[in-house]
């Protein structure tokens, strides 16, 4: 059982930066593939990026290509998500999964609370 636990969301307005964690409560976070995800009001939830479990893969959402950048420290059981060039569209709900897996396509089966990310105009 993996418990995820997100923060730093929060408001920003557009152009700025944000910084997202997600501290892992496992003894085999570095055998997990990381995720972030976010989901919008009245729209369904969509993957934003991940990371193998070793940190050497990435993989990003076409929308926050270039602006997005996921990491992690396996050392502090984190993944962390930097934001930046935040547009309002980017306003959403974001989730980190896990995935059991050192890759990072398939299937998440552990998920955190979420933590809002408001961008104004």
């Known amino acids: 059982q993996v418990q995820l636990v997100e923060s730093g969301g929060g408001l920003v307005q557009a152009g700025g930066s944000l910084r997202l964690s997600c501290a892992a409560s496992?003894?085999?976070?570095?055998?997990?593939?990381m995720g972030w995800f976010r989901q919008a009001p009245g729209k369904e939830r969509e993957f934003v990026a991940g990371?193998?479990?070793?940190?050497?893969?990435?993989f990003y959402a076409d929308s926050v290509k270039g602006r997005f950048t996921i990491s992690r420290d396996n050392t502090k059981n984190t993944v962390y998500l930097q934001m930046n060039s935040l547009k309002p569209e980017d306003t959403a709900v974001y989730y980190c999964?896990?995935?059991?897996?050192?890759?990072?396509?398939?299937?998440?089966?552990?998920w955190g609370q979420g933590t809002q990310v408001t961008v104004s105009s």
């Open positions: 999964a896990a995935r059991p897996k050192m890759t990072i396509t398939g299937e998440y089966d552990y």
């Open positions: 496992t003894r085999t976070f570095s055998s997990n593939a």
């Open positions: 990371i193998g479990s070793r940190g050497r893969s990435t």
